[in-house]
Nanobody, 120 residues
């Protein structure tokens, strides 16, 4: 049973934009960090962006101002606005929620992945 549902992947031309969203299909006691990572076949998964429960954002060095992460706590949703896409951004993107349970356990939840392709 999927807990995180992603949407918004697809194909865009280099220089174009895509917006990814990820929503929790069940409620969590507390969501600490929401974020996105990506993976290209044959390469290690890398962090794209993350946002803390206080709103602090961090990005991978390769983002360089092109992507913006945001979260809506009322809707348990995290979004990633990707502008000025480059061919090297082509990858499967995964959303990640780090949560705290009532038993004070920290758990990591992953989305199923959504393909992003930047190609002409």
């Amino acid at each position: 049973q999927e807990q995180l549902v992603e949407s918004g992947g697809g194909v865009a031309q280099p220089g174009g934009s895509l917006r990814l969203s990820c929503t929790a299909s069940e409620s969590f006691f507390r969501i600490l960090t929401m974020g996105w990572s990506r993976q290209v076949p044959g390469k290690e998964r890398e962090m794209v962006a993350q946002i803390s429960d206080s709103g602090r954002q961090s990005y991978g060095d390769f983002v360089k101002g092109r992507f913006t992460i945001s979260r809506d706590n009322a809707k348990n949703t995290v979004s990633l606005q990707m502008n000025n896409l480059k061919p090297e951004d082509t990858a499967v993107y995964y959303c990640i929620f780090k949560t705290l349970s009532r038993e004070n356990e920290i758990r990591t939840h992953w989305g199923q992945g959504t393909q992003v392709t930047a190609s002409s």
